[in-house]
């Protein structure tokens, strides 16, 4: 939203030639603006509570998923890797499949996204809390958290992508789009807090037993420990199973408070419509779209980098810095401080735009984790990197999302009668994000094995400690500035969105006036 842009709400019927009107409709010209549709407070929160449950349990994989299968369900590094990698990639391509099907679903009471959030949830939840629990069989541990992984990643797929696409249907005012996204972007760094607490905080309680010396050379009381050690692990098993039960908890509660709180709104364009065009039309129009593939592939760089950082930062902190009793609350530094600062970077980009904001926010990230790269075991200075990050790590959160709805209302501009190809657009740019996450994950965690990983280890070779500051530290430094170089060829700033909002408006009081015909609505799209 630039700065001014309220006050952009004339009348559409100045902006048109007089030729396309009916005689009975000049007088229009002077009729009084239509009211702006605004949103409440209550419906913006209920909005944006409904993003908690997706980063809730996405931080609680993302940070924690990778040590508990190597130290606490002690799988080897090599099917870890496999299982993470495979677990993302299916995620990834489920995106794809549960937009088609949304695509071609109609309109009930309840909406056409709604219906989507209320059965998955219930399925959902069992399969999340079956990741962290250890079967009794060691023979089918691979094969056990590959199943439920892909399983719960399938189900929160069919929440989250309705959910993101239920951005262009509770509004149709830019400006308040752009508001219940920031509420929303507030909560999900919220959930990310909350996420990042609950496991951390009760994982961090358990006395998680290792070896001191894993090539076995000075292990002397081993076998006296054993014992204790059995215990400790299962203490350990324990806690993941209660952190999972209370994330579930806010699952249910968040999924409620948004079906209750949030109504679908259809565009009046797009009730007058016959039938939606067919997938595959819609697939290629999207994909042809120049600024969606511009953004999408500058933040799937900047994405890759982050995700990198979040797979391997308990891992760089226990072995690497030392920290092993500290992470979590390295974690929740970084989770408080990108918290405080989302409403700044929403104002930032009000005052200055969208792109100047992804520059000046995603690039400070760069000299902090040079910092991190630098430092040796100092615990203050990692807290003083942390809240630093934590300010990129806002600018990350808040900016896709507030950018995707700019994209839509632009190929809404260029397709006015393509109508129903809004989850294509959202679970594509998912299925990016999601697939840079696997990606990012299977190859770490692969690289870790290579470099010696031992499971359960007090400490770790030379070679790995070496390898977790590359993956925190250098790879994401190159790929947000490989991010930042394609971001150049993103077409929208703040003139052309001005008059894409000028032209949607236009187009949607044309449609809701009673003489508006089709061929009247596509020379109406194409004069604009």
Known sequence: MAKGEGAESGSAAGLLPTGILQAGERPAQVKEPKKKQQLSICNKLCYA?????????????????????????????FYASIILFLGRAWD???????????????????????????????????????????????????????????????????????????????????SERDSATAYRMTVEVLGTVLGTAIQGQIVGQADIPCLLDPNG?????EGANRTHSTTSLRETQNAYLLAA??????????????????????????SQQAEPISYIRGLRLVMSHGPYVKLITGFLFTSLAFMLVEGNFALFCTYTLGFRNEFQNLLL????????TIPFWQWFLTQ???????YIGISSAVPFLILMALIERNLIVTYVVAVAAGISVAAAFLLPWSMLPDVIDDFHLKQPHSHGTEPIFFSFYVFFTKFASGVSLGISTLSLDFAGYQTRGCSQPAGVRFTLKMLVTMAPIVLILLGLLLFKLYPIDEERRRQNKKALQALREEASSSGCSDTDSTELASIL
């Open 217 to 221: 050379s000075a292990v002397t009381s």
């Open 245 to 270: 039960g209370v994330i579930a908890s806010i699952y249910i509660v968040c999924a409620v408070i948004l079906v209750l709180g949030v109504r679908e709104q259809r565009e009046p364009y797009e």
């Open 333 to 340: 530094a970084i989770m408080l401080s990108a918290t405080f």
């Open 49 to 77: 509570v409904g993003g908690a449950p997706y980063q809730v349990t996405g931080c609680a994989l993302g940070f924690f998923l990778q040590i508990y299968l190597l130290d606490v369900a002690q799988v080897d590094p």
């Open 92 to 174: 990834a391509f489920t995106d794809p499949l549960v937009g088609f099907c949304i695509s071609k679903s109609s309109w009930t009471h309840l909406g056409r996204l709604m219906p989507w959030i209320i059965f998955s949830t219930p399925l959902a939840i069992i399969a999340y809390f079956l990741i962290w629990f250890v079967p009794d069989f060691p023979q089918v541990q691979v094969l056990w958290y590959l199943l439920f992984y892909c399983l719960f990643e399938t189900l929160v797929t069919c929440f989250h992508v309705p959910y993101s696409a239920l951005t262009m249907f509770i509004s149709t005012e830019q």
């Open 352 to 358: 200055f735009g969208k792109k100047t904001a992804v």
